[in-house]
Each structure stands twice: as structure tokens, then as C-alpha cells.
């Protein structure tokens, strides 16, 4: 079975200064693997997604992400954080092979941006 | 943009009472999903749909949740008998044709109280 974790469940940065969520997936095939963000009282939104082409990801809003394969990671990264980045984001792994696969999202991880 | 749409945006019911949730994917659209979000905890599967049928169901689906697509526009999921531990946030979700890679959009959710 498909399982994703991620390694903190809050983190606290400073406006302008990078932002790095970490995320390790278990799978037993070349996954597909997401990012969502949800900010407070809204739904779930898409940053990024990887589907077995380029290793590195380029999402919204100046996000991106690298699948490692060796590392069986996909951390979340940012060069410089906003105050409207402050949202829960959860990484998220597709969990079937075949087409229609349930998501299997991970516990969460809060960040938080200080002025 | 095309966007999932769901309603009621929150919903408060008596334990023991039928509750209907509303949901309109995005058209031609062919997979949907209901998924959970017990507050403070992750984001949880419930069942996909397709093909006027059930695809998979999780062990949290029992016999008194059902979902249909009555006229080819909406997506329900009824609860027949809620339950204290029913209260959650309730995310509907459709996908394209193009498979697991293909993006699953959430809707921006139903909050469900359950008193």
C-alpha cells in the first residue's frame, strides 16, 4: 500500500526567507505525486503535481518540488515566503496504478510566516 | 476556470437525521469522489464513482452512506442515519479523462454538524 509522511507537522518562517516542507512517500511503483494547499475555511488547491516526466516541478505561485526517487522524497520548496502563503499543505500520493486512483493524503503541515 | 461546486456550504443536523450533499464536478468529467476531513485530522478517501458505479469504497463508507449522479450534472452523497463522529468537512472531487495523472479539483467543501 501507497503511504505518504511528512516529517513536520508546523512550520514557522519569516516573510522573504525560503520555505522547505518535507514530504516521503512509500509506494511500490513509479507514483504520482501531489501537492495541495488549503487555506483557512477554503477548499483544496492544487500547487503542483508530478507524473513521471521532469524530476523537478514547477507549481503556482512560485512553489516547486523535486522527486527523488533514491530518497523517496518530494519536498516542498519556495525561495522567498509571502504572508499569503500562510495555508496547511498536505503532500499527497494517487494511489492506483489504473485510471479513477483514490488520493492518499498525508497529516498535514502548517506553515506559518512571520512579518 | 471550469470548478466544482458543492452546497450546502455547511450543513447542521440531528444525530439520527438523513443529510444530503450536493456536489456539480466539472463537466465532462469522468471519475468523482467524496473524500473527509474529521477537524485536525488528514484528509480521508471515502468512495470514487464512475461509470454510474461504484469504483472503491473505503471501510468508512458503510451501508449508511450511498452516493448516485441522478441526472448527469450532480453528485450526491447521502448519509441515511448520521452520527456524532459523521461531523467533518466534506470535499467532492472530479477528474478528467486522462487517468491517475490527470489533476482530481475539490470542491470548496461542506461542513457537516452533527448535534
Known amino acids: 500500500a501507497q503511504s505518504v509522511t511528512q516529517l513536520d507537522s508546523h512550520v514557522s518562517v519569516s516573510e522573504g526567507t525560503p520555505v522547505l516542507l518535507r514530504c516521503n512517500y512509500s509506494?511500490?511503483?513509479?507514483?504520482?505525486l501531489f501537492w495541495y494547499v488549503q487555506h483557512p475555511n477554503k477548499g483544496l488547491q492544487l500547487l503542483l503535481k508530478?507524473?513521471?516526466?521532469?524530476?523537478l516541478v514547477k507549481g503556482i505561485n512560485g512553489f516547486e518540488a523535486e522527486f527523488k526517487k533514491s530518497e523517496t522524497s518530494f519536498h516542498l520548496t519556495k525561495p522567498s515566503a509571502h504572508m499569503s502563503d500562510a495555508a496547511e499543505y498536505f503532500c499527497?500520493?494517487?494511489?492506483?496504478?489504473?485510471?479513477?486512483?483514490?488520493?492518499?493524503f498525508g497529516q498535514g503541515t502548517e506553515l506559518s510566516v512571520k512579518p | 476556470e471550469p470548478e466544482v461546486t458543492q452546497t450546502p456550504s455547511h450543513q447542521v443536523t440531528q444525530m439520527g437525521q438523513e443529510v444530503i450533499l450536493r456536489c456539480v464536478p466539472i463537466?465532462?468529467?469522468?471519475?468523482f469522489y467524496w473524500y473527509r476531513q474529521i477537524l485536525g485530522q488528514k484528509v480521508e478517501f471515502l468512495v470514487s464513482?464512475?461509470?454510474?458505479?461504484?469504483?472503491?469504497k473505503s471501510e468508512i463508507f458503510d451501508d449508511q452512506f450511498s452516493v448516485e449522479r441522478p441526472d448527469g450534472s450532480n453528485f450526491t452523497l447521502k448519509i441515511r442515519s448520521t452520527k456524532l463522529e459523521d461531523s467533518a468537512m466534506y470535499f467532492c472531487?472530479?477528474?478528467?479523462?486522462?487517468?491517475?495523472?490527470?489533476?482530481?479539483?475539490f470542491g470548496p467543501g461542506t461542513r457537516l454538524t452533527v448535534l
Open positions: 499527497v500520493v494517487s494511489e492506483s496504478y489504473n485510471q479513477g486512483g483514490k488520493l492518499i
Open positions: 509506494s511500490s511503483y513509479s507514483p504520482s
Open positions: 508530478y507524473t513521471s516526466a521532469a524530476t
Open positions: 463537466s465532462n468529467h469522468l471519475y
Open positions: 464513482f464512475y461509470n454510474n458505479e461504484i469504483s472503491e
Open positions: 472531487a472530479s477528474q478528467g479523462t486522462s487517468g491517475r495523472t490527470d489533476t482530481q479539483y
